[in-house]
């Protein structure tokens, strides 16, 4: 009785092991997978473009693209406007600070 309970819970393992690789390759188009405790699909987006859209109307464009390349690929998120907006990509967006404790983000 024990040896077939422990053949059961093993292949019932063995599934969800094969069940977790095989959903693994299986995203959506448009979509990639965030590895970690924080598994969620993340939209695609061009960074370049968003960020020379975003900072367009900047004073330093250099600098506001640079920052906000950083910021996007890590939160795949870039407001809409030149300014402003900065709570529509979330906390990762306007958590972000610099060394200073100074908003990284534009």
């Keep these: 009785m024990a040896v077939a309970r422990f053949l059961l819970l093993l292949g019932v393992l063995v599934f969800l092991c094969l069940s977790e690789v095989y959903c693994e390759g299986q995203l959506e188009e448009g979509f990639e997978g965030v590895r970690g ?8 987006i061009d960074c370049g473009g968003s960020c020379k859209r975003r900072c367009g109307a900047h004073s330093r464009p250099k600098l506001c693209i640079r920052a906000c390349g950083t910021c996007c690929a890590r939160c795949r998120c870039v407001p809409p406007g030149t300014s402003g907006n900065r709570e529509v990509c979330g906390r990762c967006y306007t958590g972000m600070t610099t060394h200073h404790n100074k908003t990284k983000c534009p």
């Design 37 to 44: 405790p924080n598994r969620r699909l993340m939209r695609f």
